[in-house]
């Protein structure tokens, strides 16, 4: 069974922590994103991999920075976790051929 | 850039009766369309997609989507609901070669008994 595995459930912390959200994938896929979900406004992009060590700003990068050190793992990174950052998390991987995503079950931060 | 809209943010509907929900984005050029569900305290999975072929496509759990190209349209349809359909619809849009998705801002279903 393929799968997408968030590390965190759930996350408390203070602001200006610094907060490490990490994501891993079985399906070897190229293509990894992390998105922040938020009531009312959908799924909005932080940034995604295209491969290792390779990355892109999506539409809401700021505040936010990724690791792409080995094709399963993609982390997102807080360096200053601010209160306006409280919101669900969802890592992403892509089947190129289909491009169907696989999303894991979410982080849910709450920043205090 | 394109953009999503999915105009109605809550669909109360009772139980067997039909459901449609409702997505238009914004470009005419070539795009794939996507509808996820999310039930609560889980990630997306996928219902179906429209990449190429016959404009109706069908996906899991009896639901199906029209791909109107000239209204810009992929509305998601179910001629009977159950109880455990009662959660939250996205639909998507990515163009070329999978590397961005954009998200409608999403359709909680609550289906009554």
Not at chain 1, 41 to 61: A, N, Q, T
Request: glycine share 6%; aromatic share 14%; proline share 3%.
């Amino acid at each position: 069974d393929v799968k997408v595995t968030q590390s965190s459930r759930y996350l408390v912390k203070r602001t200006g922590e610094k907060v490490f959200l990490e994501c891993v994938q079985d399906m070897d896929h190229e293509n990894m994103f992390w998105y922040r979900q938020d009531p009312g406004l959908g799924l909005r992009l932080i940034y995604f991999s295209y491969d290792v060590k390779m990355k892109e700003k999506g539409d809401i990068p700021e505040g936010y920075s990724v690791s792409r050190e080995k094709k399963e793992r993609f982390s997102l990174i807080l360096e200053s976790a601010s209160t306006n950052q409280t919101s669900m998390y969802l890592c992403a991987s892509v089947r190129k051929n289909t491009g169907e995503l696989f999303f894991g079950e979410g982080s849910r931060l709450t920043v205090l | 850039a394109q953009s999503v809209t999915q105009l109605d943010s809550q669909v109360p509907v009772f139980e067997e009766a039909p459901v449609e929900l409702r997505c238009n984005y914004s470009s005419s050029v070539s795009v794939y369309l996507f509808w996820y569900v999310q039930y609560p305290n889980q990630g997306l999975q996928l219902l179906l997609k429209y990449l190429s072929g016959s404009t109706l496509v069908k996906g899991i759990n009896g639901f199906e989507a029209e791909f109107n190209k000239s209204q810009t349209s992929f509305h998601l349809r179910k001629p009977s609901v159950h109880i455990s359909d009662t959660a939250e619809y996205f639909c998507a849009v990515s163009e070329g070669n999978f590397n961005k998705f954009y998200f409608g801002s999403g359709t909680k279903l609550n289906v009554k008994p």
